[in-house]
């Protein structure tokens, strides 16, 4: 069993920046990934990012070379950090977590990220 907990969100004017952490605890493996996925109204849930225990990450299309994931192994959690923020970033942020191995994906309850105009 895995618990993670997301917090940072809030309201941002478009431009700004956010930063996001999960906290993760419970029965978690050395070896794990853990991302960020996202989900507006209305939308399916997407991909974010994905980081590897080593540190090998990669991004969905869209928030190349503006959002930064990374992970302190030692605290058990992962940081989404948000630049140049859009309005199309507005989504409901969630924290996940898959030990290697496992079949069991984590979820976090999720945190809201309000980009306006």
């Known amino acids: 069993q895995v618990q993670l907990v997301e917090s940072g969100g809030g309201l941002v004017q478009a431009g700004g920046s956010l930063r996001l952490s999960c906290a993760a605890s419970g029965s978690i493996f050395r070896l794990n990934t853990m991302g960020w996925y996202r989900q507006a109204s209305g939308k399916p849930r997407e991909l974010v990012a994905l980081?590897?225990?080593?540190?090998?990450?990669s991004y969905e299309d869209s928030v190349k070379g503006r959002f930064t994931i990374s992970r302190d192994n030692a605290k058990n959690m992962a940081f989404l950090q948000m630049n140049s923020l859009k309005p199309e970033d507005t989504a409901v942020y969630y924290c996940?977590?898959?030990?290697?191995?496992?079949?069991?994906?984590?979820w976090g309850k999720g945190t809201l990220v309000t980009v306006s105009s």
């Open positions: 996940n977590l898959l030990n290697l191995g496992s079949d069991i994906v984590y």
């Open positions: 980081i590897t225990q080593g540190g090998m990450t």
